[in-house]
């Protein structure tokens, strides 16, 4: 997941807070300054203008229309070349395929992938990047009790679930776990990928014509949630009091600042994913 952010400092610093992580390494280049978060099942990756480039034009147009926050979600994928042509003949428009190479600022050692992404008018104005890596990327390791260890679920609204559905279902095939609706929090529809869920949920009396999806927020795992709760208060981060979640055997709480603009919700989960 990418999360874009006007502070780059700020904003690792508040990652490596919040994860209780220190970055997996810090790269520049085509204008973009990253820091790489690299968890069980996850990478986020912090992403600022680092200067003069294509990706520092496109990261300051984004913050520009939308503010800090979550600005897209990138699959991985073994074939970049498969992956291309899938996304062609399913009329989702891809880019044609860029090398890109990232260098890192303290070490030289360098990143590099391949990538392309969909069409955001395809994919209802969600963000939508398909990447092949060179090699693994280093794992962050947790410096304190209560780290936060992966991603449990990133939420995307929408006003057309049956349009969501056949996009990330029918189209980009991920398994459809759940499908329920409920008069208090509307439908909720849960597409797995690995071991993490993509959450499409949508809210009773929205309207559909014209209206684009968009990137909610994103709930992370922790296997101690109280100790997690302990360490961001004495860290002085702001977040609610551990409660019951809607799945039974899991508790949550809600992490209110300290998120570079992405609503962020903790769960320890009822048993192991």
């Known amino acids: 997941v990418d999360v874009h952010t006007g502070d780059g400092a700020g904003g690792t610093a508040a990652c490596q807070t919040r994860y209780a992580?220190?970055?997996?390494?810090?790269?520049?280049?085509?204008?973009?300054?990253?820091?790489?978060?690299?968890?069980?099942?996850?990478?986020l990756d912090?992403?600022?203008?680092?200067?003069?480039?294509?990706?520092?034009d496109r990261i300051r147009s984004v913050l520009a229309e939308q503010g800090e926050g979550?600005?897209?979600?990138?699959?991985?994928?073994?074939d970049i070349a498969k992956m291309h042509r899938r996304l062609d003949r399913l009329t989702l428009k891809p880019e044609a395929v860029a090398e890109v190479e990232s260098r890192d600022a303290a070490t030289g050692a360098t990143l590099s992938w391949k990538r392309t992404r969909a069409a955001s008018d395809?994919?209802?104005?969600?963000?939508?990047?398909?990447?092949?890596?060179s090699k693994e990327r280093p794992r962050s390791v947790p410096t304190a009790t209560g780290p936060i260890t992966a991603m449990d679920h990133v939420v995307v609204s929408t006003p057309d679930p049956e349009r969501a559905a056949a996009l990330y279902g029918a189209r980009l095939g991920l398994d459809m776990a759940?499908?329920?609706?409920?008069?208090?929090?509307?439908?909720?529809?849960?597409?797995?990928?690995?071991?993490?869920?993509?959450?499409?949920?949508?809210?009773?009396?929205?309207?559909?014509?014209?209206?684009?999806?968009?990137?909610?927020?994103?709930?992370?795992?922790?296997?101690?949630?109280?100790?997690t709760h302990a360490r961001l208060v004495a860290s002085g981060v702001d977040v609610s009091e551990v409660r019951t979640?809607?799945?039974?055997?899991?508790?949550?709480?809600?992490?209110?600042n300290s998120t570079c603009g992405v609503p962020t919700l903790l769960v320890q989960p009822s048993v192991k994913p």
């Not at 395809?122 to 890596?133: D, K, Q, Y």
């Not at 071991?195 to 101690?224: F, M, N, Y």
């Open 70 to 78: 979550l600005a897209s979600l990138c699959f991985r994928t073994d």
């Open 178 to 227: 759940l499908d329920r609706s409920h008069p208090e929090w509307g439908r909720l529809m849960f597409f797995r990928c690995g071991d993490l869920v993509v959450e499409v949920s949508h809210q009773p009396g929205k309207p559909a014509d014209g209206a684009t999806d968009r990137l909610r927020g994103i709930c992370w795992r922790v296997a101690d949630i109280d100790a």
């Open 245 to 256: 979640g809607r799945k039974p055997g899991t508790r949550v709480m809600t992490v209110r």
């Open 122 to 133: 395809a994919t209802h104005g969600i963000r939508l990047f398909f990447l092949e890596r």
């Open 46 to 56: 912090r992403v600022a203008p680092g200067g003069e480039g294509p990706a520092g």
């Open 21 to 43: 992580q220190p970055h997996s390494g810090t790269y520049s280049g085509d204008g973009a300054d990253r820091a790489l978060f690299t968890l069980d099942n996850v990478t």
